[in-house]
Every structure is written in C-alpha cells, then in structure tokens.
C-alpha cells in the first residue's frame, strides 16, 4: 500500500481555519485519497475522499495537488469539537469494498478556543 | 448514512475467559468488514478482514485461532477473543462499506463506536 506523511501534531485557534497536510508521494494513478479523523474514545469518523478534483462536503474541503503526490483536508472554521487525530489514508479504487484501509498515525489537531 | 453498530462498547472479563464483540451494519448489506485493534495512544492496526460466508483473511503477525471471527450473515460479524490475557485488553474497532454491484469507491467507510476490552 502507497504510503502517506502526516505531521504528528498541529494547533489551531477556534473559528479559524485549519490546513492538515498529507504527502503521498508514490500514489497510483488509481489510488482514492480518504481523510478520517478519531475523537478520543470512539471509532473513527468519514471525513472526505477524492480522486483528482477538490472536494467539498458540509464537514470539510479536499485540496488535490495537481500531481496528486499531496493533499490539504481543510476545516474552514475549527470548532472544540473538531480536536481529534486525522488520519489520510489511500485506498486503490479496484476490488469494491473488499479493500481494506491501512491507518498510518495521523495528525493530532488542537483547538484552542 | 451508512451506519454500524458494536456491541458491547466495553466489557471486563477474567484471564482466561472469551469474549465476543458483535458488529453489525445497520441500513446497508456488509459482504465484508474489518477488524482493527488500537492500543493507547498508537494508531488503529488491522487485525482481519471478515468475508460473509467464507474465512476471514487475517494480518501477519495476528493469530488465527485466538480471534475467531464469524461472518455468518450480510449485516453481522463477530470477533471472539478467545482464552483472553491482559495483553488482549484493548480497543477494538469494526468498519464497513456499502458496496455491492454499481456502488463504487465512491464511499466513505463507516466505522463501528469500539469496544473497550479490560481483561484483569
């Protein structure tokens, strides 16, 4: 599985935006780029994913390098609630929901209010 | 969306004893979930991948026979830590995707609340 580079621990202030890095130099031209993010004590949450275009849904934005070898998971207004680790993962688009998510560790984002 | 229920979300059992976490997708069919197991403050690892009607497919390193998984039906899987030692307490957590003919990498997967696992 391509690997992905998060950085271990970012701050934020509340009501700010927030810009979470991931690298993911050796992505496959069929590789999806999902974003989770864990609170603590409970199983992680679906953030965003994309391919190659920018996504946006009510929780988050996805900034896609053109080259695809990084992507930005932006929260355009952080909140408390939105302290947890975030996660990005790869995941190739073949074999449906057979294929499995490989976690790496994430990054750690603070909110102080 | 796409919801997965686990259950129990903790238990304490005595050394020695087997335990059994349910996993169970909610409003959608799951032909397949996965097991992860996450200690403190370390990163989710995949334990196996539990295939509806078939053997489960296990990770390097996780033995087989200690967690028996059961896929038995569309929307249930099970995770029995068998002959449990204080080492097995951990967090356990199941996840699935909707899929299914015409439904592409186009979801997200929706991860189950966790089961807190204390052996003492």
């Known amino acids: 599985d391509a690997k992905t580079t998060q950085p271990n621990s970012m701050e934020s202030n509340e009501e700010e935006p927030v810009h979470l890095p991931c690298n993911h130099s050796?992505?496959?031209?069929?590789?999806?780029i999902h974003w989770y993010r864990q609170l603590p004590s409970q199983g992680p949450e679906y953030v965003i994913h994309?391919?190659?275009s920018n996504v946006n849904n009510r929780m988050a934005s996805l900034a896609i390098a053109e080259d695809r070898k990084s992507s930005t998971l932006i929260l355009h207004r952080a909140t408390l609630r939105d302290a947890a680790v975030y996660y990005c993962?790869?995941?190739?688009?073949?074999?449906?929901?057979?294929?499995?998510?490989?976690f790496g560790t994430g990054t750690l984002l603070a909110v102080q209010p | 969306g796409a919801v997965v229920s686990q259950h129990p979300s903790w238990v304490i059992c005595k050394s020695g004893t087997s335990v059994k976490i349910e996993c169970r997708s909610l409003?959608?069919?799951?032909?397949?979930m996965f097991w992860y197991r996450q200690f403190p403050k370390q990163s989710l690892m995949l334990m196996a991948t539990?295939?509806?009607?078939?053997?489960?497919?296990?990770e390097q390193g996780v033995e087989k026979d200690k967690f028996l998984i059961n896929h038995a039906s569309l929307t249930l899987s099970t995770l029995t830590v068998t002959s449990a030692h204080p080492e097995d307490s951990s967090f356990y957590i199941c996840?699935?995707?909707?899929?299914?003919f015409g439904r592409g990498p186009k979801y997200g997967y929706t991860f189950g609340s966790g089961t807190r696992l204390t052996v003492v």
């Open positions: 539990s295939n509806e009607g078939s053997k489960a497919t296990y």
């Open positions: 993962i790869l995941r190739a688009s073949y074999g449906g929901a057979t294929n499995k998510l490989i």
């Open positions: 409003d959608f069919q799951a032909t397949t």
């Open positions: 994309g391919l190659t």
């Open positions: 996840s699935a995707r909707e899929g299914g």
């Open positions: 050796t992505i496959s031209g069929t590789d999806y």
